[in-house]
C-alpha cells in the first residue's frame, strides 16, 4: 500500500495511544507518586491518628484498641502540657527572629545582589544545608559552652558581665548558653534560616523594582513603602518560610537534646515515649499536636490573606 | 515665565558610558512635551532624572525654579506614569488610584471619593473593585494615569505610555492624552521611540541620539527643518544627501533632506533628476519606491492611485525647490 505516512513501529504506536488520550499519560505519570503518598504517608498518618484514640492499660501497660479521648485528656495534664506549651512557644520564637534576620539578606539578594554576589548569596545561604546537620549542630554545643568562644569572646571585650547578666534571666537564662533556652533558640534560627531565607528572596524577587519607584514616585517614603507594597507582596514567601521552621522547630527532637536546659519538647517526649516508656497512644497523641497547631496556623494565614498574592 | 523643567549641562554617566551627556532643556509650564529617539538614546534617563530616580553626574535640575539636587523622588511634585503601568498587584483599582492620597494621610472617604472622579475622568467609572489583573492593558494604563494624577501633579511623566497597546488603541489614547492635557492644563512630558507618535500628540519635541539631544523644536520644525542628518533620518526616515548628491540635485554642496513625500515622477525632458527604480514597498495608503541615483539609493513616496514605476524603469523625478532643506555638516 501505498501511503503518505510510513509504517509503524510500537513505539510510534504508542506515542499514537497516548497523543489520542492526553489524560491517559497524565494518570500514567501521576499514579506512582499518588500510589506512595496515598498508601506510604497518607496511610501511616492515618494509622498514627488512629493509635492517638486508643489508650494504655496503666498495669500491664499494653495498648487498648478501644476508642477513647482519654490519650488527649492526658495531653492537658500539667507536666505534659508544659511540653507542647515550650515548643510551640520556641517555635513561635525561632520564626519570628528567622523572619527579622532573613528579610534584610533575602531583600538584598532579590533586589541588588547580581552576578557573582548574587552565586555567592545562594552559595552562602545553601553551604550550610550540605553538611551533616548533627555536626552543625555538635559544632555550635562547643561554640556556646561555657569554655567557648562565645564566652571568651565576650570576655576578651568586657563584655563577660553582659553574657552573665543575659545568662541570668530566669527561665531562659542558665548555666552557660549551651544549656539555656536560649542556646537552643540560637541553634535553632542558625539551623533553620536557609528555609527561611530562599522563599522570602523568590516572593521578593517577584516583586518588579517599578512598584517600589511607583510608591515613592506617590509620595511615599521607604517605611510607607515597606509596610503598604513590600510586605503584603512578600507576604507569601514570608509564610511559606515560616511553615518551614516553625512545624521543623516543633518536630525536632535532636536541637533540645544536645543544646539546651534537660526539659522536654514535643519532638522528645515522642521519641521517649515510643520508646522506652512503649506508650505509643500517647505518642502518637503528641505527634498529632503540631500536625494541628499547623491546620490552625495555616486557615489564619489563610484568613489574613496571606495566599492572596499567589 | 519660569520653566516647568529646566536641565542645565546635565549629565549622567553609568560607568563609562554616557546616559545623558551634556544636555540643556527648558520645557515650558502647560505643555505637551516630547523625548524622542531610539532605545539607548538617554530619553528614559532624562524622566528618570526629573522624577528623581536618577541623579545627575553633573549639572543641575529645576523644577519650577527649585533646584532638585537634594529632593528625592517622594518630595517632588511630579508624577509618573510607568511604562509597565507599576499597578500595585495586591490592591483593587480604588486603592491603587487612591494611595497618593492615602501616603498624605487623607481620610479613607475622601480618597475613595477623590479616586472614583479620577477613575470616571480616564473612562473607568465602576471598576474601583477589579485587581489590576483583571484589566485589559488599555484599561490599566488608564488606571496608572489616574493613579498619577490623584496628586494633582504641576508635571506628569509618561514613560513610553502607549508602547504595550495595539495600534488601534495607541491611536485612540493618543488622542485621549492630548485631549486630558489641554484639560487640565499641567505639563506633559513623554518619552517615545515612535516619531509618529511624537509629531502627532506635542507641542515640543526633543530628538535624542546618544545621550544628547540632536534637535529641539516644534514637530513641524523637527520633521520638515531637521537639524542633522541623525534627526532628518530618524523623523519619517527622508532621504538625506551627501553634498555632492545635493550638488547634482541642484543645491549647494552640502549635507540636505529631502522627503520622500515631496518627490514626484515627472514626464518633463529635463527633470531634476533621473532614477532606476530597484524595490517597491506596498504601504496600504502609498507605495514606497527605493530608486538608485548616483551611486546613492533615495526613496519616494507615491500616493495611492497614482501610477507607480515598474522595477528596472528609469524615471525623472522632480520637487519643489523649498523642499531640499540643508542641514549643518553635523
Not at chain 2, 488599555?138 to 494615569?145: C, D, E, K, P, S
Not at chain 2, 542628518?229 to 533632506?257: C, I, M, Q, Y
Amino acid at each position: 500500500m501505498d501511503s503518505a505516512h510510513p509504517s509503524r513501529g510500537v513505539a510510534d504506536r504508542l506515542t499514537g495511544v497516548f497523543w489520542s488520550r492526553p489524560k491517559l499519560l497524565t494518570a500514567l505519570l501521576i499514579a506512582p507518586p499518588l500510589l506512595w503518598l496515598g498508601v506510604v504517608y497518607v496511610g501511616s498518618l492515618a494509622a498514627l491518628l488512629l493509635q492517638s484514640f486508643y489508650s494504655i492499660d496503666e498495669f500491664s501497660g499494653v495498648v487498648v484498641p478501644e476508642f477513647t479521648l482519654k490519650t488527649y485528656a492526658e495531653l492537658l495534664r500539667p507536666s505534659n502540657f508544659d511540653v507542647i506549651v515550650r515548643t510551640v512557644t520556641m517555635a513561635a520564637a525561632v520564626t519570628l527572629a528567622s523572619v527579622a534576620v532573613a528579610f534584610p539578606i533575602a531583600f538584598f539578594a532579590a533586589r541588588y545582589a547580581r552576578g557573582r554576589w548574587k552565586a555567592l548569596f545562594y552559595l552562602g545561604v545553601m553551604l550550610p544545608l550540605w553538611s551533616s546537620y548533627l555536626v552543625k549542630v555538635y559544632a555550635w554545643k562547643l561554640i556556646l559552652a561555657k569554655e567557648g568562644i562565645v564566652t571568651w569572646a565576650a570576655e576578651g571585650i568586657g563584655a563577660g558581665n553582659v553574657l552573665g547578666a543575659v545568662l541570668a534571666i530566669p527561665v531562659i537564662g542558665g548555666n552557660s548558653l549551651s544549656t539555656s533556652y536560649i542556646g537552643t533558640f540560637l541553634v535553632f534560627v542558625y539551623v533553620w534560616l536557609p528555609y527561611m531565607i530562599l522563599p522570602m528572596q523568590a516572593a521578593l524577587e517577584r516583586v518588579p523594582g517599578s512598584l517600589l519607584e511607583a510608591s515613592a514616585d506617590l509620595g511615599a517614603g521607604g517605611w510607607r513603602t515597606f509596610r503598604s507594597v513590600i510586605l503584603p507582596l512578600a507576604l507569601p514567601g514570608i509564610i511559606a518560610g515560616s511553615i518551614f521552621t516553625f512545624s521543623l522547630t516543633l518536630g525536632d527532637y535532636i536541637i533540645p537534646q544536645i543544646i539546651g536546659s534537660s526539659r522536654f519538647f514535643i519532638g522528645q517526649a515522642v521519641y521517649s515515649l515510643q520508646g522506652t516508656a512503649g506508650n505509643i497512644p500517647l505518642a502518637a497523641a503528641f505527634a498529632v499536636v503540631p500536625i494541628v497547631i499547623m491546620l490552625i496556623y495555616l486557615a489564619v494565614a489563610r484568613k489574613m490573606g496571606a495566599f492572596d498574592a499567589l | 515665565m519660569t520653566a516647568a523643567v529646566e536641565f542645565h549641562n546635565v549629565s549622567r554617566h553609568f560607568g563609562t558610558v554616557r546616559a545623558v551627556d551634556r544636555v540643556d532643556l527648558a520645557i515650558d509650564e502647560g505643555s505637551f512635551f516630547a523625548m524622542l529617539g531610539p532605545s539607548g538614546s538617554g530619553k528614559t534617563t532624562c524622566l528618570r532624572l526629573i522624577s528623581g530616580f536618577e541623579k545627575p553626574t553633573t549639572g543641575s535640575i529645576r523644577i519650577f525654579g527649585e533646584d532638585m539636587g537634594d529632593v528625592p523622588p517622594n518630595r517632588r511634585h511630579v508624577n509618573t506614569v510607568f511604562q509597565d503601568y507599576a499597578l500595585f498587584p495586591h490592591m483593587n483599582v480604588r486603592d491603587n488610584v487612591a494611595y497618593g492620597l492615602m501616603v498624605k494621610g487623607v481620610e479613607r472617604r475622601t480618597r475613595h471619593e477623590r479616586a472614583e472622579e479620577l477613575l470616571s475622568l480616564v473612562k473607568l467609572d465602576g471598576f474601583g473593585e477589579r485587581k489590576p489583573a483583571q484589566l485589559s492593558g488599555g484599561q490599566r494604563q488608564r488606571v496608572a494615569l489616574a493613579r498619577a494624577l490623584v496628586n494633582e501633579p504641576r508635571v506628569l511623566l509618561l514613560d513610553e505610555p502607549l508602547g504595550a497597546l495595539d495600534l488601534k488603541l495607541r491611536e485612540a489614547m493618543q488622542d485621549e492624552l492630548k485631549a486630558l492635557q489641554r484639560r487640565l492644563g499641567i505639563t506633559f512630558v513623554f518619552v517615545t521611540h515612535d516619531q509618529g507618535e511624537a509629531l502627532s500628540m506635542a507641542d515640543r519635541v526633543a530628538v535624542f541620539n546618544d545621550g544628547r539631544i540632536a534637535q529641539v523644536g516644534t514637530p513641524s520644525d523637527v520633521y520638515d527643518r531637521p537639524a542633522t542628518r541623525f534627526v532628518a533620518d530618524f523623523v519619517g526616515s527622508s532621504n538625506v544627501l551627501p553634498p555632492d548628491l545635493t550638488r547634482s540635485f541642484g543645491g549647494p554642496r552640502l549635507w540636505a533632506s529631502l522627503r520622500p513625500e515631496s518627490i514626484r515622477f515627472t514626464g518633463a525632458s529635463d527633470p531634476k533628476a533621473k532614477g532606476r527604480v530597484t524595490a517597491l514597498r506596498y504601504l496600504g495608503s502609498g507605495t514606497r519606491v527605493a530608486l538608485e541615483t548616483g551611486g546613492q539609493e533615495i526613496a519616494v513616496l507615491v500616493p495611492a492611485g497614482a501610477p507607480v514605476p515598474d522595477i528596472g524603469e528609469v524615471s525623472g523625478l522632480t520637487w519643489d525647490p523649498a523642499a531640499l532643506h540643508l542641514m549643518e555638516d553635523a
